[in-house]
């Protein structure tokens, strides 16, 4: 799994409108390996957290796709998760909405179908947005789903209804709180923050305690708090000490096991784990007119590029007040499984890969296994009328592979494909004049090494003729007129 700096340019490059340049921090990993990067100590959570990853995490890399949920008192308004704030809705006012929230009993199983349907693995709830409003029975405020609206505890009908299905748990926590009373100014008065931070210790305590094992501790946004503020090493020190097998996202302030890049797929440095979150339409919590929905041909590509990069993905859903979750995202979800269903080896336990970009593909790999995600079929070229290379007219083409194909096949029915080779490409011909799959068809070739692809590299070697190129132009006549 070799990608030094250029090929994740390149890839991230390959990545198009989905993707974006950014250069993520040095991870703990490497800081601890070097025993510290200069100016920085390796805390005891720090190595502890090292030590354990590679075993915490191997579930979660296979696992490759998850949902996640945002459901809470915004989804009653149904204007997004963030109109408290952004439409200045006062408290006294925005607080009745948990007398209305009355969601049906056990939506969460609807939820927990949709995603093992969905072919995804494990599932993110938000336990209590920056609204402040808790959906579960806590002791430590009755702005909760227990003594308000819903009369139950929702986080535990989460927990039971994702392990009904053989689903990994992960609860999201916001740490920024815009309904408590200290949730602003503990930035500037001690007492305030002392009180704050106990807090907010104290309910990722009770999440972490009476919900039986939890897979995932999905941290956000740390206003208006330092790290060392929210003591946050503390606090994460007290989650493994409870939870030892979890693993925690960077959103505490400090670099947790894996990065979160959002509404993007933006790959990590190599080595550091990384998950990019995404919604289906453009709002995380029920947006009753959002209709800015993805399509699962999006879907399906998103999901690729995270896989072929070593990332996974964490795909949103904004289940309605009633819990019941919108038919968009249900007919889009159902898709993308049926596809899973049949190309699931194509995403599940993939590694890691070097390529370039391709605007037709996607590329994902299990060791020398390269698996071709076409999105956009060949053919029905007038060019294939006068060159040999699109003769037969479907044709594959693989500029820049450098592993050496030993043979090929449809990933979904096991047909054989027909292939040449030479040192520029990998040419699969023999193929059916329309895409045999939706939204993607998956090609598995088998290689004699890891399938690097890189036709960037080739430019320069490849044989560069005097065709078409007058004398007055010709780099070889220069200086003779
Ligand atoms: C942002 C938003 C929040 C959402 C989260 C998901 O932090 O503030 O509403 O829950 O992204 O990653």
């Known amino acids: 799994m070799n990608w030094n700096e250029s090929s994740r340019r390149s890839f991230l490059k390959g990545l198009g409108a989905a993707g974006a340049l950014a250069v993520t921090a040095a991870h703990s990993e490497a800081r601890v390996a070097q025993g510290g990067a200069a100016g920085t100590e ?3 959570i720090e190595a502890q957290m090292a030590a354990t990853r590679a075993q915490r995490m191997q579930w979660w ?51 927990a179908q ?24 806590s002791r430590l405020t009755d702005y909760n789903a227990m003594q308000q609206g819903p009369g139950r505890d929702l986080v535990r009908e989460y927990v039971e209804a994702a392990r009904a299905e053989g689903l990994r748990v992960g609860f999201y926590y916001s740490l920024m709180d815009w309904h408590h009373p200290d949730g602003a100014r503990c930035k500037t008065d001690a007492a305030a923050r002392r009180r704050f931070v106990d807090y907010t210790h104290g309910l990722i305590r009770e999440l972490l305690t009476h919900y039986g094992k939890i897979d995932i501790l999905w941290y956000d946004v740390d206003w208006p708090l330092t790290a060392a503020e929210w003591e946050s090493e503390r606090m994460n020190e007290m989650v493994f000490k409870l939870q030892p097998e979890i693993i925690v996202n960077n959103r505490n302030g400090l670099e947790g096991d894996f990065s979160t890049p959002e509404q993007e797929i933006r790959a990590a440095e190599s080595g550091r784990a990384w998950e990019s979150c995404m919604t289906l339409n453009d709002s995380w919590g029920f947006n009753r007119f959002d209709d800015a929905w993805k399509t699962p041909k999006t879907i399906v590509e998103n999901l690729a590029k995270c896989a072929g990069g070593g990332g996974n993905y964490l795909l949103n859903i904004g289940p309605k007040p009633d819990g019941s979750v919108p038919e968009e995202s249900v007919a889009v979800l159902e898709t993308v499984g ?4 049949a190309n699931g080896a194509a995403i599940y336990g993939t590694e890691r890969g070097q390529y370039d970009g391709n605007p037709n593909a996607n590329y994902t790999r299990r060791g020398n296994t390269l698996y071709i995600h076409q999105q956009f079929w ?21 500029g820049g592979l450098k592993a050496k194909a030993k043979s090929a096949r449809l990933l979904k029915s096991g047909q054989k494909i027909e292939f040449t080779q030479d040192e520029f490409a ?20 088998e290689c004699d090494a890891d399938p690097v692809i890189d036709h960037g590299a080739m430019r320069a070697l490849w044989p560069r003729l005097q065709v078409g190129i007058s004398q007055s132009n010709s780099g070889s006549r220069a200086g003779t007129s």
């Open 338 to 341: 049926k596809w899973l269903g």
């Open 114 to 137: 949709l995603a093992k349907r969905a072919g995804q693995k494990y599932m993110v709830m938000t336990t209590k947005h920056h609204e402040g409003f808790c959906n579960w029975d």
């Open 42 to 44: 390796i805390t005891p």
């Open 378 to 398: 060949p053919g029905h070229t007038p060019a294939a009328e006068w060159l040999p290379f699109f003769q037969p007219e479907a044709v594959i083409a693989i």
């Open 61 to 111: 890399h296979e696992a490759k796709f998850g949902m996640f949920i945002h459901w809470g008192l915004y989804s009653v308004i149904g204007q997004h998760e963030w109109s408290k704030e952004v439409e200045g809705i006062p408290l006294v006012q925005y607080e009745q909405v948990s007398h209305h929230f009355k969601p049906r009993p056990n939506a969460a199983r609807e939820w």
């Open 426 to 445: 990998l040419r699969l011909t023999g193929l059916p004049m329309e895409a045999p799959d939706q939204p993607a068809t998956v090609i598995e070739v």
